[in-house]
């Protein structure tokens, strides 16, 4: 039998590209999706739960796998209220994590940001500091959370100060390295062959930034 991938956020940037990933990934017989709206994806693997995620531990019997792929999120312009925030960004990880804990699945990764710090006076970059050092207390036997920089696509809905700025972060990619190689901009299917990599593979580290995954995507 092979394996059995959880993944929440299908119908997010990286998530999308991860499940395009594992419904061509041998190792993986079934892809669990949990989301609030449908991936829209007609695939003999793919079993789809549509629910509230903010009752995640109401469906415990179903959440049963391998590994646990994260890609919930959100953003400031997304979701400005605050409570609202935090319950996407710190609330649904944490309650994947702690049903992980319930049943015994042994691998969990989560998709983070660059620089962010459970210290940090800036609201949004502490919620997810917070919810890292949150997950770690956990200690799941294989936790990665996954610290990308802008990440670079092209989004449906209109966002023109991020476009430009993405088309900058690629005239000036090249001109980062060293110290500030992490920096440069990462497309959505890099994050999900790293993820990928992690999961079949040991790696010394539970944080990983972001020039790391373009590194670790390389060997997929």
Request: charged share 25%.
């Amino acid at each position: 039998m092979g394996k059995i991938a959880i993944v929440l956020g299908a119908t997010g940037l990286t998530g999308h590209a991860l499940l395009q990933q594992l419904l061509e990934d041998s190792d993986y017989d079934k892809v669990k999706l949990f989301s609030r709206s449908s991936s829209n994806t007609d695939h003999p693997k793919v079993e789809e739960y549509l629910i509230d995620l903010f009752k995640l531990d109401n469906y415990a019997d179903a959440f049963t796998g391998d590994v646990v792929f994260c890609c919930i999120g959100t953003t400031k312009s997304k979701t400005p209220n605050k409570k609202l925030y935090k319950k996407i960004d710190y609330g649904i990880p944490l309650a994947a994590a702690k049903l992980c804990v319930q049943n015994k699945i042994s691998s969990f990764m989560v998709i983070s940001a660059l620089g962010v710090n459970p210290k940090s006076k800036i609201f949004y970059n502490r919620i997810k500091g917070e919810m890292q050092e949150a997950l770690l207390k956990l200690a799941i036997d294989n936790t990665y959370v996954l610290q990308p920089s802008l990440i670079d696509t092209k989004r449906e809905e209109r966002r023109i100060g991020e476009y430009l700025f993405i088309q900058f972060m690629r005239i000036i990619n090249p001109l980062l390295a060293g110290n500030l190689k992490k920096y440069r901009s990462i497309k959505p299917e890099t994050i999900a062959k790293a993820m990928r990599w992690l999961e079949k593979n040991d790696y010394d580290k539970e944080i990983i930034e972001s020039d790391t995954l373009q590194d670790i995507a390389l060997k997929m």
